[in-house]
Every structure is written in C-alpha cells, then in structure tokens.
C-alpha cells in the first residue's frame, strides 16, 4: 500500500485481515455482519440501522425468501385516526360504544372488562374503528408489539384505537397463521424491523403488508388455528376460575362487602411523617390505614411466606433458556418468556426464576 502523506490516516487496514481476531471481537456483542452492497443497494427503505439490520431479523428474511407477504393474504385492512376522542365516566348500564385501547390487550388476548366508554358521536363518525369478532389487530404506533384477534364473545359496540392496524384475511385460517408467525421471536423482528423510529414507533401499512409470511401445509394452518382457539377457551377457564379464587378469598378475609373510605381530606401526625420517611398523599390514604388494619391480624407479612430468591445465573454458550423480561410481567398474574441462547443473553439475565413464585 503506498505511503500517505503525514497526518492523514486510510479507511483501509495496512495488514493483513486476520479473521480471527475479527470473529473474537465479534463474542458476546449484539451485532450483525451485512454486505455493503445489502446497505447500498439490496434495501429500499434505504435504511442504515442496527434495528434494520438485526440478526434475527436477517436471519428470518433469508429462511423466508419467495414466501408469500402479509399483504397478499389481507382482504381489508385500515388504521383509523381519531381527534381528541375521551373517556366518559358512565354506569354499567350504559349504551355508549367502548374504546378498545392497546393498554386492554395482553398479547394475545383481548381484556374487555376494563375498557372505557366515549360519545355516540365518535360511533358515528368513524365508522371504519368499529371491530368486529375475529378481525387481526396488530399494533403498529407506539412500541408495536401487540396482536390479538378479535374474540366471538366481545361486546358488539367497539371502536379499537388508532395505534392498532385491524385486517380481515382472504382465507379466514391465515390470521391464525399470520398471528401465530408474529407472536415468535423471528415475526416480532420482522415486525420491529419495519418500525420507523421516528419520536414514536411507527409502522407503515405497506412496511407491514411486506412482512413475509411462511407457508404452511393445509393441515398443519387447521392444527394452527386449533390451538390458537383453544388457548382462548384455556385463557377464558382460567380467568374465571382466578375471580372465583379472589371471591373466595376475599370472603375468608372479611373484605367481600368491604367498601374503602374515600375521604377528600384527612391528617397525620409529624412524627408519624418523618417515622415512615413518606410525605405522600398516597401513603396515608385512609382506606390504606383501614385495610391495613383488617389485614394485620395475621401478624405475616409478605417476606414471611414468600422470601427473596438470590440463586445467580450464569449463562452457557450452545445452551438456550427461558427469559422473563419485566415487560412479561402481565398485571392479569401471567408472565411470559422467551427462549434465548446462551451467547445472546442479555446483561439483564442474572437471576433463576423457579417455583410458581416470582
């Protein structure tokens, strides 16, 4: 290589690669290794960022080149975007339309119970929000990692929110497939690599419509669809047998008809304040006091039959295990995890989970 003149430094390297050193430097790091000319050329978003180019992701793409995209199995499909559409407190005989926000779905079930109820007026003026049972939504603004179909039991009069894309399929068992496919971890890099990460995440409809999707033996989409009814029936046996337990639970506590005072106002003493180290509202609330005050009797605390674990783990090369990010901590008491390797466990993977305790 000819010399170059002082103080002026070359891209190149003016030794010979040594592949080893390279492959070393490349342990325990999140990276992927792409061609210039995939950069260049091979990309028509004309994307230049890890995200895009993230190793499952890449690895997906390649399994499933010729498969058929999202798009070709879709018969209809819309976003709709609202205007300062609000809540209104109503009571439970209400006829008002519900709202179905992301924040009401646990993927990939839908939580109907908490939704909240907006003006008449927003059910007639966006008439393309209305869902019906068994429309896909798949959420594309914000983080846009939600999907769900749209059970057979959900109240009639919904309008979902404009952060989810809803769609109905030509063959009706492919949203089953289409579900399924995003839900594992190479879908959900796909779907993240179509993120445009502007100040909120976003997905663009054709982004998503180019998402490829395998193709499957009719059998295997009927067996796929099977199982995906039946974790719905499981999850809605499940769900009613938890109210049951919390009914019964309640019940042996004394709490069942217990209505918590909501005073506006209320006192505490100075010594009181600098013994706790708290001096929030919240903290003292009454209703906080008067149950505490049911509760105590026992004497136990929570430390008392469920203490601590501190069992470090140490991830193995070549082995994969079950990861519980905080994110798979749902607040409806289920946790979901995924599979990792070893030689891709985060920092983050430092404790053993075991027991049904967490």
């Not at 010979?16 to 995939?38: H, K, N, T």
Request: charged residues 25%; proline residues 5%; negative net charge.
């Amino acid at each position: 290589m000819p010399s170059l003149p002082a103080g002026r430094s070359s891209v190149f390297l003016d030794r010979p690669f040594d592949e080893a050193r390279y492959r070393a430097l490349q342990e325990g790091l999140e990276m992927a290794e792409v061609r210039l000319s995939e950069v260049s050329t091979g990309n028509a978003q004309k994307r230049f960022d890890p995200e895009y180019f993230n190793r499952a992701a890449l690895f997906a793409a390649k399994q499933l080149e010729g498969a058929s995209e999202l798009g070709s199995l879709v018969d209809s499909g819309y976003r709709v975007v609202y205007e300062n559409t609000e809540a209104i407190e109503v009571n439970e005989e209400s006829t008002l339309p519900y709202f179905l926000q992301s924040s009401d779905i646990t993927t990939p079930f839908i939580n109907s119970e908490g939704m909240i109820r907006v003006a008449e007026s927003e059910w007639l003026r966006y008439p393309k929000g209305r869902i019906q049972p068994g429309e896909l939504l798949i959420e594309v603004k914000g983080k846009a990692e939600k999907i769900a179909i749209v059970p057979e039991k959900f109240p009639t009069k919904t309008l979902v929110t404009g952060t989810c894309f809803k769609l109905t399929t030509k063959n009706d068992d492919d949203k089953y497939l289409i579900a399924t496919f995003l839900l594992t971890k190479y879908g959900q890099a796909l779907k993240d690599r179509a993120k445009t990460n502007l100040l909120v995440s976003y997905i663009a409809k054709d982004d998503l419509y180019s998402i490829p999707i395998p193709s499957v033996t009719n059998a295997l989409l009927k067996e796929i669809k099977r199982l995906y009814k039946s974790s719905e029936l499981l999850r809605e046996q499940a769900h009613t047998q938890l109210k049951q337990a919390e009914a019964l639970l309640l019940s042996e506590l004394g709490l069942e008809q217990w209505q918590p005072p909501e005073a506006l106002t209320y006192e505490r003493r100075a010594k009181d304040v600098f013994g706790a180290g708290r001096l929030d509202a919240e903290y003292f609330a009454p209703k906080i006091t008067d149950l505490l005050g049911r509760l105590e009797a026992s004497g136990q605390t929570l430390a008392d039959i469920a203490p601590a674990r501190h069992e470090r783990f140490t991830p193995t090369k070549g082995e994969h295990f079950q990861y519980i990010e905080i994110g798979g901590v749902k607040g409806d008491g289920t946790v979901e995890a995924e599979t990792v390797a070893g030689e891709d466990a985060p920092s983050r993977a430092t404790w053993y989970v075991r027991g049904a305790m967490w």
